[in-house]
């Protein structure tokens, strides 16, 4: 099968504000109300070999490169993002698979997978939520016992991977992995019932899987006995990636709502876009979705460069991203005011109440917010404390967007990142650069990257002042989330700056408006502030997005011509 790209994408689905395209956001709304699955689309991306997009070739799929997915999921996922789970549920495992299966167990995956079945991922339990330490479903003389829920696809897997405590201590080696093929268990030893049912991404696939006394055939363990909660751990670091493939989905359809709105609504003589208030909101809108792209598109390739980091890079994007995605659908809705509570009567009724529903529903359906925090938090001393080296070859390859790649290699992730951090720890070279560069012409942004340089600076006493006896107990959390914001705007600076040659958001090379917009909405995040408050500093941000939409294309740094009218 040849490989799928975005434009070709788009061409298959057709304009989604086409009413009658069973691919447009009319059928996506018409089945949010029924919470429907999205059988038919499903079906014809399978057909298209979307669902080949993330497995390596000898398993049979079409992976290239993270950031290469990475658009080609956004430019679905902005039809209905309904879209991941129903095609895509099955990366966790497939990528456990990839780090610790056997050849017989990976051949199963990949049979499964390139034909369009599923393989559920149940490590969660009610009780315990995101304490993973504490789950108690039980691996015991070869019988599993026990309730796993919000399992993805776990109504119509064929295969699952599970796993289970096959020790006593509350670490991560006291849980192993098992691949159980469906079919194969004895009844009454598996029973499968919905979950339930989520306020956002409706008719999804996630159900509770209950095992009473599943007989563990031989050969389903998969790796050592103890290591399959260090596996899980490894792998949702690459499924974050593709979590932000959603939010990014979402943000793009809210943010062209609003602006299909706003740019033919008028109030007196002047349009939307050009009133005050209005103007103001879609500002930040328009930032927070350049940041949010930036973070993710950059993280898609970091993790080619550098996979060792991902144990916070990772973590740090996906905050940045579904935390911007959730800021930029309120601004929208704060435009489109009463039409965004309309469920119908006009063109794109109820797809805004969809759009806020399936956010919510993405922001947390690999980890809460906290959560997400909490995973790194306890790094930030060895990143933060003066131990991360600088690495710059390894910046050039990641933020160069027309520099190859090397190949994805999944066992070089690591559950610490052990001091790697060549995002922060190359900002002093990058940004006296860019400061140098930027010049008297520049000189706001040159003193916003100055700012980000001091801010970064001042992380290590941060943390440490986090971490001495009697501290807030919410500081060192406090501390991750400033990291990640900081993090983010670093990664602006430097993709400015590899890139000066070159046209990013559809300005022109070496334009500094945008990165202006996306430093200063950062900047704000991470002191906060309300960065509505930043006045025309954000303006160059919708300047640019305006002109994306105009010319029919994705918002995104290397743009993609989208199937729309608009």
């Not at 998969?222 to 260090?230: A, P």
């Not at 493939?245 to 349009?271: E, M, N, P």
């Not at 959730?326 to 969809?354: H, M, P, Y």
């Not at 983010?488 to 993709?495: D, E, F, P, Q, R």
Request: glycine share 10%.
């Amino acid at each position: 099968m040849s490989l799928l790209t975005p434009e070709a994408l788009e061409a298959l689905l057709g304009d989604p504000g086409d009413n009658t395209n069973p691919y447009g956001f009319a059928a996506a709304v018409e089945r949010d109300e029924r919470d429907e699955f999205p059988a038919t689309l499903c079906e014809a991306l399978v057909k298209s070999g979307f669902h080949l997009n993330y497995l390596p070739a000898e398993w049979g799929g079409c992976f290239e490169s993270f950031d290469r997915s990475l658009t080609l999921v956004r430019s679905a996922a902005r039809r209905d993002v309904n879209i991941m789970p129903g095609t895509m549920f099955s990366i966790v495992a497939a990528t456990c698979l990839q780090l610790h299966g056997t050849e017989e167990q990976q051949r199963r995956a990949a049979d499964i997978l390139t034909r369009g079945g599923g393989v559920g991922f149940a490590l969660t339990e009610a009780e315990h939520g995101s304490d993973l330490l504490a789950n108690e479903v039980r691996l015991t003389d070869g019988k599993l016992n026990g309730e796993k829920w919000m399992v993805g696809l776990g109504m119509s897997c064929e295969a699952v991977y599970v796993i289970a405590r096959t020790g006593e201590r509350a670490a991560p080696n006291a849980f192993s992995a098992v691949l159980i093929d469906v079919a194969e268990v004895p009844e009454g030893q598996l029973e499968r019932t919905p979950a339930v049912r989520t306020g956002g991404m409706r008719g999804i696939d996630l159900a509770r899987l209950r095992f009473t006394g599943l007989q563990v055939p031989d050969g389903a363990l998969v790796g050592r006995e103890g290591e399959g909660l260090e596996a899980a751990v490894k792998a949702q670091q690459a499924v974050r990636l593709m979590s932000m493939a959603g939010s990014l989905g979402v943000a793009d359809t809210a943010v062209r709502l609003a602006l299909d709105f706003a740019t033919t609504r008028r109030i007196g003589r002047a349009v939307l876009t050009e009133s005050p208030h209005p103007r103001r909101e879609l500002s930040v809108a328009a930032a927070a979705l350049l940041a949010a792209d930036t973070v993710a598109l950059t993280a898609a390739r970091g993790i080619h460069v550098v996979p060792e980091a991902f144990s916070v890079w990772a973590l740090a994007a996906k905050h940045v991203v579904a935390e911007a995605s959730d800021e930029l659908i309120r601004r929208c809705g704060s435009v489109l005011a009463t039409r965004s509570v309309l469920r119908d009567g006009e063109r794109g009724a109820g797809l805004f109440q969809k759009l806020q529903r399936d956010s919510a529903v993405v922001r947390v359906i690999d980890a809460s917010t906290l959560a997400n925090l909490r995973s790194y938090a306890g790094q930030l001393p060895t990143l933060t404390e003066g131990q991360a080296q600088p690495d710059p070859e390894a910046v050039a390859t990641v933020y160069s967007l027309g520099t190859e790649l090397p190949e994805y290699e999944p066992a070089r992730l690591d559950m610490f990142a052990r001091g790697v951090d060549p995002v922060l720890a190359g900002l002093p070279d990058a940004a006296a650069e860019a400061v140098k560069a930027l010049g008297e012409s520049d000189a706001p942004v040159a003193a916003l990257v100055e700012q980000l340089a001091a801010a970064v600076a001042g992380l290590g006493d941060l943390t440490r002042a986090a971490r001495k006896p009697g501290a807030d107990p919410n500081a060192l959390v406090d501390a991750a989330e400033r990291y990640a914001w900081l993090h983010a705007a670093a990664s602006g600076v430097h993709l400015w700056q590899a890139n000066r040659d070159r046209s990013l958001y559809g300005t022109e090379p070496g334009s500094a408006g945008w990165l202006g917009a996306m430093l200063g909405y950062l900047l704000a995040r991470a002191d906060g502030t309300d960065p509505r408050h930043l006045g025309d500093l954000l303006l160059p941000a919708l300047d640019a997005v305006v002109a994306l939409r105009e010319g029919n294309r994705l918002f995104t740094a290397l743009p993609v011509r989208l199937a729309t009218i608009r």
